[in-house]
């Protein structure tokens, strides 16, 4: 409930949960797509905003996608944030893991959220 009251709050819209080895269909990526947003509900815009997402679990911690904002965050609303596609680390064993995104200002970390996902074969 705590994250939920952040006073900056990243989340995302994922287009599924289950990461895999191989795409869904022959020729597609593996991988999941995010879409992430923020909300601000600070009474001061966001400068230099930053995002990043990992996959984290009992396998391991591994970067699956970055992005910038491409203007700063505004004060009292919520900003989509450019989509990413995320791709399968092959280096990580199947399994439960947590997709995690932190927003950052400069290099300080203002908000963390998580969603949990699988990794399959």
């Not at 990043?52 to 505004?74: M, T, Y």
């Given at each position: 409930m705590q994250r939920a009251?952040?006073?900056?709050?990243?989340?995302?819209?994922l287009d599924r949960t289950v990461f895999g080895r191989r795409g869904n269909q022959?020729?597609?990526?593996?991988g999941v797509h995010v879409s992430p947003w923020v909300v601000n509900d600070q009474h001061r815009k966001i400068d230099d905003a930053t995002y990043?997402?990992?996959l984290q679990g009992?396998?391991?911690?591994?970067v699956v996608?970055?992005?910038?904002?491409?203007a700063p965050l505004a004060e009292d609303f919520v900003t989509t944030l450019p989509e990413l596609?995320?791709?399968s680390p092959q280096d990580l064993p199947p399994g439960d893991?947590?997709?995690?995104?932190?927003?950052?200002?400069?290099?300080?970390?203002?908000?963390?959220?998580?969603?949990?996902?699988v990794m399959t074969e």
């Amino acid at each position: 409930m705590q994250r939920a009251y952040q006073p900056v709050l990243i989340g995302a819209d994922l287009d599924r949960t289950v990461f895999g080895r191989r795409g869904n269909q022959t020729g597609e990526s593996p991988g999941v797509h995010v879409s992430p947003w923020v909300v601000n509900d600070q009474h001061r815009k966001i400068d230099d905003a930053t995002y990043e997402v990992r996959l984290q679990g009992a396998g391991g911690k591994v970067v699956v996608g970055s992005g910038k904002a491409a203007a700063p965050l505004a004060e009292d609303f919520v900003t989509t944030l450019p989509e990413l596609d995320c791709v399968s680390p092959q280096d990580l064993p199947p399994g439960d893991y947590e997709l995690v995104l932190t927003l950052k200002e400069g290099r300080q970390t203002v908000s963390e959220n998580s969603y949990e996902v699988v990794m399959t074969e």
